[in-house]
């Protein structure tokens, strides 16, 4: 048994799972996503480069990744620890931060709104989507890369002392490219030999979420400890999601805030609204997954901070709960989903 066993690891060290509290387990405090840059619509471009006005809050909630600037969270600790300060206050206990290499994470900056706020921070090892993998990260063998990631969550990553408590967002596109695949098979070999949470970004087709899960099966990953993340914009039909639900993940639905027209990554996704992703809940826990269901906000964006007009970290506690409660899913199924299954989701083996 290793020292991590039966223990969640925090940027501030092990604690006991009972501490957790409500878990929001897809978030992002600091990090940079100018490999999502998309050029604003035609006509636009002005708007995009002077997008902090009370006038421009709607066209910046459609065009969240036409503007440069509102894509680098990194700019915000001020306004992350007021966040961290009310989620707290709304209830929360514990934020997974899900940023891995390719998206400027930054763990001292994490170690310092943990002590700043007392919300518990949980960091995330391994790395994103293919187009942000160095040279050097796609000439690495499986076994090198599987050594990096258990480093990150026995030693600390990116030259400090602080560790990963979870691996991923593995970042996977679709088709999953070679690059991917080797990471993929990479953090099952390192869940295989830690024990730990994974958390995967599947890329975006209905099929996508199978096809990881059937890789990481094949490298002797554990299914029922990995969280399949952003189902809301990956899988539509009741039928395939039950498909999907049967092979054994935790289903993530973690865009709660997000509503756009135009969903810029694939044009052919209709991105759900809140009420709809509560009723997929709802779907979900008639069927027998009440077990399996997590949620969080994903935010990674400026304009979704409160700072700036946005429904913040708290959105969930606040708004998405109530409503829950009015479609049919009782208080002690929200209790799983944001206390019990991320406890048993975290909890090294
Ligand atoms: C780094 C944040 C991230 O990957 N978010 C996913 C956005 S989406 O693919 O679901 O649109």
Redesign the pocket.
């Known amino acids: 048994m290793s020292a991590l066993s039966g223990k969640v690891q925090t940027v501030l060290g092990l604690v006991d799972p009972d501490q957790l509290g409500r878990t929001m387990t897809h978030e ?1 405090l600091v ?1 940079g ?1 100018e490999c999502s840059y998309t050029p604003p619509p035609p006509g636009d471009e002005a708007v995009a480069e002077n997008p902090f006005q009370m006038q421009h809050m709607h066209w910046l909630r459609q065009n969240p990744y036409s503007c440069r600037e509102n894509l680098f969270l990194s700019q915000e600790l001020s306004a992350l620890r007021d966040e961290l300060l009310a989620y707290r206050k709304a209830g929360g206990g514990t934020i997974v931060e899900n940023t891995t290499t390719g ?1 400027d994470r930054d763990l001292p900056a994490l170690r310092q709104l943990a002590k700043e706020t007392g919300v518990h921070i949980i960091a995330g090892a391994g790395y ?1 989507i293919d187009s942000t993998h160095t040279e050097a990260t796609r000439k690495m063998s499986v076994e090198k890369l599987t050594d990096s990631i258990v480093s990150e969550v026995l030693h600390g990553a990116d030259g400090t002392d602080i560790r990963c408590g979870v691996i991923g ?1 593995i970042g996977t596109c679709w088709p999953i490219t070679e690059s991917e695949k080797k990471v993929l098979r990479a953090t099952a070999n390192a869940q295989a030999q830690l024990g730990c949470p994974v958390i995967i ?1 599947p890329g ?1 087709d209905p099929a996508a979420p199978a096809e990881v899960v059937r890789i990481l099966q094949e490298s002797g990953g554990d299914i029922n400890k990995t969280v399949m993340s ?1 189902l809301d ?1 990956t899988i539509f039909d009741e039928g395939e999601l039950l498909e999907f639900a049967n092979m054994g993940s935790y289903l993530e639905y973690d ?1 709660f805030g997000t509503e756009m027209l135009n ?1 810029p ?1 694939n044009l052919k996704v209709d991105m759900p609204s809140d009420s709809q992703r509560v009723k997929t809940l709802a779907f979900l826990v008639k069927e027998g997954y009440e077990d399996k269901i997590l949620v969080a906000h ?1 935010i ?1 964006t400026k304009n979704r901070l409160t700072k700036f007009g946005g429904h913040g970290y708290s959105h969930i506690l606040k708004n998405i709960v109530p409503k829950m409660l009015t479609r049919g899913i009782a208080q002690h199924q929200v209790d799983k989903i944001l206390i019990d299954n991320p406890k048993r989701w975290l909890t090294f083996k």
């Open positions: 992002h990090m996503f998206i994103y967002e970004h975006r952003h914009r865009l969903y990554f994903d990674h």
